[in-house]
Structure formats: structure tokens, C-alpha cells
């Protein structure tokens, strides 16, 4: 009942009570033209963002979705087309506004120009460390010439003394620091070669000076070609026998990269990592070469830096090892790349040393990583976490389209047909854990160049960390081999594999996986049969027995084993292949006779020899099949 009005007051009407609408989300907002609702949402749609942009709870918004058949959790992205049908079923027309749309960046962009001065303006660029590549061939010393320069031992730590990732460290020399990429030697880490030297300013091609220009040696000076970038030529190994300096820059002179005492360009320094001879003159070109680049970034900037290598650590899970490009990289920083995202909890130098802040051209392993990102691929600095989540799920359900976008639409019959044919092929599925992405990587390309049409060899996925029981599960879902290179098994992987019969092998050099691979390949195929002849007798009498006739021979090599398979030829002709049913020597039976000695032969089931025959006796083998 409404109280009666003040005297002398006139009454006062209430407010009209508001219609209940949308609270829009961080991600979202509402618009109303005319009697149409549009809710504009950035990509991606969260199930709790739009639950908030319909007024809804987000446990109503996917009670709706399970009655559509669609089980999301609250921090799943929903398919466009599914959101606008929820939206349009609550009489809200769905507006998603792309990142990549033209007029919305440029805006964007201008507002931002406007907002802060360029990062590359003059006066906010100072000098930076140069980051410096060693290249060459496997085993001419790239790591242990580096080693010599840090004074730690990398080399020892490494299987077979191959260095099968990329390492990034940073050492001081007379006042200023120089940051180094130590990149594998072997022909599988192509790409991670090509990608060290497409991140660094000077590249140091290690030569043996008993060995000159290799193969790879060759490769590593292409990349650095193709790259731009400044060479430098360390001949290593000057204290070994057989040491030719002289060699060496004639083989330089050959290939157009002519060293300066020759009347060429290319900076040339004999060293020796295992004396330590000439590090002191190589550090020095390499701060000379620095400073006629005129290396400079702006610590100011926004952060931006390119993966070198990642990987799961226990206890730490995805960590990467980075090189900060541009701007100042500090704990607490949100980080996205490609369709993974960090907000850095931590940061280590190259010798585990805590540090809270990365300048240009610093190394840092960094921690905080929704996953593991791709070697080589570009991070950049957002304002928060949330953001870095949001465009790290965009990218990765862009990534989504594009791979659903590429399969095939329709199926012929002649396609039915091939792919029921193919079902029938030989398959080898595997599964590969590793220790760092650079190493999963070069797996995947060595195993992607076993060219065969007898067996089909299917990579089920590639992945960073320890063996775990979920790996196990798909292995044996999958029919699939898991393959640990450089890994760990985590507890009770071992059991539970035995229990599902899946094979799990495991690696330290890269050589001895391929070859395995291809072993396991040809096991699946049926195994050759190989004949191997055991000896060979000549027919010289023919003797009646009551059961037929018995051969008198003269074993003229190898030897005659009782119950082995024989075959009587005649000329060129094969007559009779069976088992040596009767073997004698003279009155008495044998188990074999030797080369140069005479005895009786019969072979089952057979009567006609002659004068003059021969009779081979051979086993056959099963042998692996040939890919």
C-alpha cells in the first residue's frame, strides 16, 4: 500500500524500473538500433563472456548448449554460427568483429602512432650486444670452441658429443657482452641451422683445419648467405696433426668468400678450442665486426623476441628459451605467440641465475607458458594475460578453420575406392616425445624423408616433455609405437604399457632412431626368403635298392646334411627338390659328409637319377624385408 503524500509536497512518481539487458562483457558490447539488440563480440566466443553478454548464468547458457548436443565448459570457445543461433533463439542479432579487418587496424594502428612516440625513432635506439651463430660441419668443434669461450663443458653433456639442440648463452668480454647460438652439426637440424642464422647478426663458420670445407660446411655458409649476415671464419683445430691453414683459405678463395690477407673481405681467425689458442682475437673481430654494423634496439619499445627453443621442464612444465629483439622483457609481462601464450612467472639466464628483467639481445629461458611454442616463432608484449589468452585462442581457432577449410568436400568414387585401398596397406604409427621442439622437429624430418611405397609411416603427434600414462592410452587406442628421444618415462608408464602391449623405445642420438625406425618399418612386411647353399654332390652310379633306387655321389663341395632340402639338377635343369631322405656312408647312415667324400643319396619320393647329375643341398633363411 503506498503511503499518502507530504503535506504541503507534491507527489513524487518512482523512477520507471529498467529493463532487465545485457551487462556486456569485457569482450563484447551492445548496441540498439531501432528494435534490433546487436551484440558485437571479439573473437574468440567464450562460453562465460557470452553468457554475461546474453544476461544470462553461465550454467543456463550451456544447459542451452547441451540440449543443442554441444558440451562446452565455461572457459570453451563456441563456432560462430553456433553463438549467433543462441543469440537470435534470445532476440540478439551476433555481430564477431575480426582482428583482421582492414579498416578496424587502421584505426587501430593510427590510434596507436598517435598514442606513443616510433619504437624505432633515433632517439630512443642504443647499442645492443651482438648476437652471434656458430656454424660448420658435425665434429669440427662448433661446441667446444664455444665451450672454450664460456669455459663450461657443453660438449660432454651432449650424446656421442653431437650437440642435437640450439643453445643461446651470453658471455662479457672486455666490458661488453656478446650473446652466442650454438646450433647441430648433423643434417637433420637443417631448419634449425637456417633458423639461427636468420636471428643472429654474425655468423662464425668453424672450419677443422685438417679437414677443410664439408658438406655441411657448405649448408652453414649458405644459411649465412641467405641470411645477410656478417661472416666471420674460425679455422679450429690448428693444434692437431695435419693442420693447413693454407688449404683451408684456398678452399675460402673457391668459394667467393676470399679471407683478408688474401685481398678479400672475410675476417679469418685461427683458434684451437682445445689449447685455447686465438679466442681472445676471434671475441675481439667479433666486438670489431659489432661496431662496423652499428648494432642498436630501443629498450623502451614494446617487446618483441623470437622463440629459439622450448620445451617441458618438471616442475616448471613449457618453458623457452627466447632472444629478446626490441623493448625490455620483465617478469610479470603477457606474451602471445601464435596460438600459445605466456604471462612470465620467471626468467633464467643461461646458467639458471633468477632475473627480472631482459634488455636486447638478452637470452632467457622463460617460464609461464600455456604450452610449448614452435621454435623460430615471433612473441610479442600484450597488456595483460587475459588479452594474450583471448588472441592466442583466436589464432588457434584460426589455425582450426584453416585445417578444416583444407579437407576434401566431396569423395569421389574413384577416391572411395583409393582410400579402402589404402586401408590395406601396411601402416607404421608412432608417437614422438622429445626433449626440446627443435629435436622433435628434426625427428619429424627424418622420418618424413623415408620415401617407401611398401609401408606407410604415419606420425600420430609430436610432442615435448616426459613419456606419460595419457601417451600410453593413445598409443594403445592409436595401434601406435612411442618413440622418446633424449625423454624420461614418467612412474608407472612402464606397467601400464606392458598391460596394453604398447612399445615404447627410447633415443639419445638421432642417427640410431632413424635407423630403427626403418627396421621397424620392415618388419612389418613378410620377411624375404634367402637361399643358402650348403654343399653340392655328383651322381656317379645308380644303385637298386627293394624300395627304389639310391644315388652313389661324390660330395664336390661344401657338404651333404641328413633331412636338409636338396635339388637334383640335370644340365640346367631342376627335376626334383626334396629332402635328403637317406645319407650313407658306405654300409653306415651319416648326418653329413664332407666335401672329397663318396656316399649314398635318396632323395623322398624319387628314383630316376642318372650319371652325371648334381645334387645341391641348401636351407633357406628368412631374412628382414627390404624397404
Known amino acids: 500500500m503506498a503511503l499518502p503524500p507530504t503535506p504541503g509536497s507534491?507527489?513524487?512518481s518512482l523512477p520507471p524500473r529498467p529493463v532487465s539487458s545485457p551487462s556486456p562483457s569485457p569482450a563484447s558490447t551492445v548496441t540498439i538500433e531501432g528494435d534490433v539488440k546487436i551484440i558485437h563480440f571479439k573473437p574468440p566466443v567464450i562460453v562465460r563472456?557470452?553468457?554475461?553478454?546474453?544476461?544470462?548464468?553461465?550454467?543456463?547458457?550451456?544447459s542451452e548448449l547441451m540440449q543443442m548436443g554441444i558440451f562446452a565448459s565455461i572457459t570453451q570457445s563456441l563456432e560462430e554460427s553456433v553463438a549467433a543461433k543462441v543469440a537470435e533463439k534470445h532476440g540478439f542479432l551476433l555481430e564477431v568483429k575480426h582482428r583482421g579487418d582492414v579498416q578496424a587496424q587502421q584505426a587501430a594502428q593510427k590510434s596507436k602512432e598517435k598514442a606513443k612516440p616510433a619504437l624505432d625513432d633515433t632517439a630512443n635506439l642504443v647499442p645492443r650486444p651482438p648476437i652471434v651463430v656458430i656454424l660448420g660441419h658435425v665434429d669440427h668443434g662448433k661446441t667446444s670452441l664455444l665451450d672454450a669461450i664460456r669455459k663450461a663443458d657443453v660438449a660432454s653433456g651432449e650424446n656421442g658429443g653431437i650437440t642435437q639442440h640450439i643453445g643461446a648463452y651470453q658471455i662479457e668480454f672486455n666490458g661488453r657482452k656478446i650473446t652466442f647460438l650454438d646450433t647441430p652439426g648433423h643434417a637433420a637440424f637443417n631448419k634449425m641451422r637456417a633458423r639461427?642464422?636468420?636471428?643472429?647478426?654474425?655468423?662464425?663458420?668453424?672450419?677443422?683445419a685438417d679437414d677443410g670445407?664439408?658438406?655441411q660446411t657448405d649448408e652453414a655458409l649458405q644459411h649465412?648467405?641467405?641470411?645477410?649476415?656478417?661472416?666471420?671464419v674460425a679455422v679450429n683445430k690448428m693444434d692437431v696433426k695435419g693442420a693447413n691453414l693454407e688449404q683451408v683459405k684456398a678452399q675460402m678463395q673457391q668459394r667467393n668468400i676470399a679471407p683478408e690477407d688474401w685481398g678479400g673481405e672475410t675476417?679469418?681467425?685461427?683458434?684451437?678450442?682445445?689449447?685455447g689458442t686465438g679466442l681472445t682475437e676471434l671475441l675481439e673481430m667479433i666486438l670489431l665486426q659489432a661496431d662496423v654494423l652499428e648494432l642498436k634496439a630501443n629498450p623502451k619499445g614494446e617487446v618483441s623476441g623470437i622463440v629459439i627453443e622450448s620445451q617441458v621442464d618438471v616442475g616448471r612444465g613449457p618453458v623457452a628459451t627466447i632472444i629478446v629483439q626490441r623493448g625490455t622483457l620483465k617478469v610479470g609481462d603477457a606474451?602471445?605467440?601464435?596460438?600459445?601464450?605466456?604471462k612470465v612467472r620467471a626468467m633464467f639466464d643461461d646458467k639458471g641465475t633468477a632475473l627480472k628483467e631482459a634488455p636486447p639481445s638478452t637470452p632467457v629461458r622463460v617460464v609461464g607458458w600455456s604450452d610449448t611454442p614452435e621454435s623460430g616463432a615471433i612473441i610479442k608484449w600484450v597488456k595483460n594475460a587475459r588479452e594474450a589468452e583471448s588472441l592466442a585462442e583466436e589464432e588457434k581457432q584460426r589455425q582450426r578453420q584453416v585445417v578444416s577449410a583444407a579437407g576434401p568436400k566431396e569423395v569421389s568414387v574413384d577416391?572411395?575406392?583409393?582410400?579402402?585401398?589404402?586401408?590395406?596397406?601396411?601402416?607404421?604409427?608412432?608417437?614422438?616425445?622429445?626433449?626440446?621442439?627443435?629435436?622433435?622437429?628434426?625427428i619429424r624430418h627424418i622420418l618424413e624423408g623415408i620415401k617407401t611405397t611398401k609401408v606407410q609411416l604415419e606420425i600420430v603427434s609430436t610432442e615435448v616433455g616426459l613419456i606419460t600414462k595419457n601417451d600410453v592410452l593413445m598409443a594403445g587406442a592409436a595401434g601406435s609405437t612411442i618413440l622418446g628421444f633424449n625423454t624420461k618415462l614418467e612412474n608407472g608408464v612402464t606397467p601400464l604399457a606392458k598391460h596394453h602391449g604398447v612399445r615404447i623405445e627410447t633415443f639419445g642420438i638421432i642417427y640410431e632412431l632413424g635407423d630403427r625406425v626403418r627396421d621397424m618399418m620392415a618388419d612389418l612386411l613378410e620377411p624375404d626368403l634367402k637361399e643358402i647353399k650348403l654343399g653340392a654332390a655328383e651322381v656317379r652310379a645308380v644303385f637298386p635298392l627293394a624300395k627304389g633306387f639310391v644315388a652313389g655321389c661324390l660330395v664336390t663341395e661344401g657338404k651333404i646334411t641328413r633331412n636338409a632340402t636338396a635339388r637334383l639338377r640335370r644340365g640346367r635343369e631342376s627335376v626334383h627338390v626334396g629332402k635328403v631322405e637317406t645319407l650313407k656312408r658306405f654300409k653306415d647312415d651319416a648326418n653329413e659328409v664332407r666335401a672329397g667324400l663318396e656316399c649314398g643319396i635318396k632323395l623322398d619320393d624319387f628314383n630316376g637319377y642318372q650319371t652325371g647329375d648334381l645334387i645341391e643341398c641348401f636351407e633357406v633363411q628368412k631374412v628382414r624385408a627390404s624397404l
Open 415 to 442: 577416391q572411395l575406392f583409393a582410400n579402402i585401398a589404402a586401408t590395406q596397406h601396411r601402416v607404421l604409427k608412432v608417437i614422438i616425445k622429445t626433449d626440446v621442439y627443435g629435436s622433435a622437429e628434426a
Open 196 to 208: 639461427g642464422a636468420s636471428v643472429t647478426d654474425i655468423a662464425v663458420l668453424v672450419v677443422a
Open 335 to 342: 606474451l602471445v605467440c601464435g596460438p600459445h601464450w605466456a
Open 224 to 232: 649465412a648467405q641467405n641470411a645477410k649476415v656478417a661472416l666471420i
Open 10 to 12: 507534491a507527489p513524487k
Open 267 to 275: 675476417i679469418t681467425v685461427p683458434v684451437s678450442a682445445v689449447k
Open 213 to 215: 670445407f664439408m658438406p
Open 49 to 62: 563472456d557470452f553468457a554475461t553478454a546474453l544476461n544470462l548464468r553461465p550454467f543456463q547458457l550451456i
